[in-house]
């Protein structure tokens, strides 16, 4: 009796694991297929990829220097 009540908890989770995983990948599959494939799913629905941007080193704040040291247990 204990492994009846054990299985369907189990099974339910899995129920609802699959359900979960499916709805992701209806969400989501088309740019998992696209990156599979090598292509870009953004190129093809007529948007740009993100730009990359580099900060430049001289507007970069220096890091601060001083270090503060805390006694030893």
């Known amino acids: 009796m204990t492994a009846a009540l054990g299985t369907l908890p189990f099974l339910a989770t899995l129920w609802l694991l699959v359900v979960l995983g499916a709805a992701i990948l209806e969400e989501s ?3 998992i ?3 599979l494939k090598g ?3 953004a190129l093809r629905s007529g948007q740009l990829p993100p730009a990359r941007t ?3 080193a001289w507007l970069r704040q220096p890091m601060m220097d001083h ?3 805390r006694a030893a247990a």
């Open 29 to 31: 599959g088309a740019k």
């Open 39 to 41: 292509h870009s799913s």
């Open 33 to 35: 297929a696209a990156a």
């Open 54 to 56: 580099r900060a430049r």
């Open 67 to 69: 270090r503060t040291w």
